[in-house]
């Protein structure tokens, strides 16, 4: 009996076996090559060992008052009233008293008790300043590295060079981001493959219910979803093939599987519930309250952005990087303190400050502080000196503090003038800020690249130097 081989091979000089031979070879090349494509999120390796493997960035939008708070400025309270430096109006003393906290003797507001507790933690860097005093383009710059046209961002960057440790989870999760300041240019991917864009739940709304926009399809069971996916990944593919391997329909494939795969793991990772009251409790859930006083404030949880609020968040964001999520960035707004400092500046503290420190306390009982990079700030300052009974921008002189994730305990780098008006030891930009934490991931500033209108990206542009003096 002739086979279907054996007749390829008789006929027309065997060409149709060497057609066949061919169209095989060439199936197992794209097969190949589809494969190593399937998964841009899978872990890579680092440059270096990395000393952190997730970071949590705890950002306050509208830029905390480092005099307020973690820059202890003796002379500026004893000379309130006087006339400021340069002709900036009167100085205003923080009506806030400070004191040591932990071995370490770290100065911290009395606005932040529950942080306190952790000083010996802290590593708090007093000498950071960047390019301009405005809102939209500090936020963004202390997001992306540049503000003047759409970069990606911090996040994007860390999961683009470190890819996830659970494939069927967003690796980079960002939670009430904010809908000014830039709104979603500040977790997007820009020229990055679409799917190390951040994912976004809730927008000034109550985290206790927080879920992923059309996470699930009411009209359709997963089972039809697989073959409706299947059918348009494979016209996806298709494009991508004829398009010579096009990034961005690469990233859209790869983001409509992971979209797929987050159903089933997701909302399990999203249950509060789960807790027992007592963890609950130790993120200030049960309690319900006013917080948040700030010129741009809004309420984020029935009752207003009270600890409960904010904890709910933070209490994710532990859950989120326990179950492998990369970066997650959880945004309290309302820290633009213009007017009422010592109300609105007490308030929005009051509404971080005991979940802050729980998360703090739960990540170390649970052996993950080691190895998450907690970090803490906004994108800029405040004045030392008064704007009626408030403070205006200080992008010369502020305050952001680390934890965890490899950075020295217990320890400041930095200091700004007795005034607390700019930076004058230890000055750390936003792009050093940048390269450091790039570093406690593993990963070289200088290298972590990808190419783009000609030229090799990178989140510091041509800037930016590691501050190994915090580094443990």
Same mark, same amino acid.
């Given at each position: ?16 076996? %060497?057609?066949?031979? +061919?169209? !095989?070879?060439? $199936? ?5 090559? *589809?494969?190593? @494509?399937? #998964? ?91 390019? %301009?005093?405005?809102? +939209?383009? !500090?936020?963004? $710059? ?5 503000? *003047?046209?759409? @970069?990606? #961002? ?319």
């Amino acid at each position: 009996m002739l086979t279907r081989r054996d007749l390829l091979r008789s006929t027309v000089s065997g060409f149709g076996a %060497l057609a066949w031979s +061919a169209l !095989a070879h060439e $199936q197992a090349a794209r097969a190949d090559s *589809q494969a190593s @494509r399937e #998964s841009p999120l899978a872990p890579r390796a680092t440059h270096f060992a990395p000393r952190a493997r997730q970071v949590i960035f705890l950002c306050m939008e509208g830029g905390p008052s480092h005099v307020d708070t973690f820059d202890h400025k003796p002379r500026l309270k004893a000379d309130s009233g006087e006339p400021a430096p340069r002709g900036r109006g009167r100085l205003l003393g923080s009506p806030f008293s400070f004191a040591q906290h932990g071995e370490s003797g770290l100065w911290v507001s009395e606005l932040f008790t529950g942080v306190a507790r952790h000083a010996d933690r802290l590593c708090v860097l007093n000498g950071m300043h960047t390019d %301009l005093p405005n809102h +939209a383009q !500090a936020f963004l $710059q202390m997001h992306c590295g540049l503000f *003047q046209f759409p @970069r990606p #961002s911090l996040g994007s960057w860390v999961l683009y060079g470190l890819g996830t440790e659970n494939g069927n989870l967003p690796g980079f999760v960002t939670i009430n981001p904010p809908q000014t300041n830039g709104g979603a240019a500040n977790y997007a991917a820009s020229f990055l493959p679409a799917v190390y864009q951040g994912t976004r739940m809730g927008a000034r709304n109550p985290a206790a219910g927080a879920q992923i926009s059309n996470l699930r399809n009411a009209r359709r069971d997963r089972d039809s979803q697989r073959l409706q996916l299947d059918l348009i990944q494979g016209m996806n593919r298709s494009a991508a093939d004829f398009l010579g391997g096009d990034s961005s329909m690469e990233g859209l494939i790869s983001s409509y599987e992971l979209a797929y795969r987050m159903q089933g793991e997701l909302p399990p990772v999203l249950d509060l519930s789960q807790e027992s009251a007592a963890t609950q409790k130790l993120y200030g859930i049960d309690r319900e309250g006013a917080g948040g006083g700030g010129r741009n404030a809004g309420p984020i949880a029935p009752g207003g952005g009270g600890p409960a609020a904010f904890g709910r968040q933070c209490l994710l964001a532990r859950r989120l990087v326990e179950a492998g999520v990369r970066f997650v960035e959880v945004t309290s707004g309302g820290w633009d303190h213009h007017r009422n400092l010592q109300e609105s500046l007490g308030n929005s503290c009051r509404a971080v400050d005991q979940p802050i420190a729980g998360l703090l306390t739960d990540l170390a009982s649970r052996g993950l502080l080691d190895e998450t990079l907690v970090v803490w700030g906004g994108e800029f300052g405040r004045s030392p000196a008064a704007q009626g009974d408030g403070r205006d921008h200080n992008n010369k002189g502020f305050s952001l503090w680390m934890a965890g994730g490899g950075v020295k305990p217990g320890f400041v780098h930095g200091r700004t003038d007795d005034y607390g008006i700019e930076a004058v030891e230890g000055k750390v930009h936003i792009h050093d800020w940048h390269a450091t934490i790039l570093h406690l991931l593993g990963l070289d500033h200088q290298k972590l690249t990808y190419r783009h209108a000609g030229r090799d990206m990178r989140l510091t542009d041509v800037k930016g130097n590691v501050v190994h003096e915090i580094v443990a």
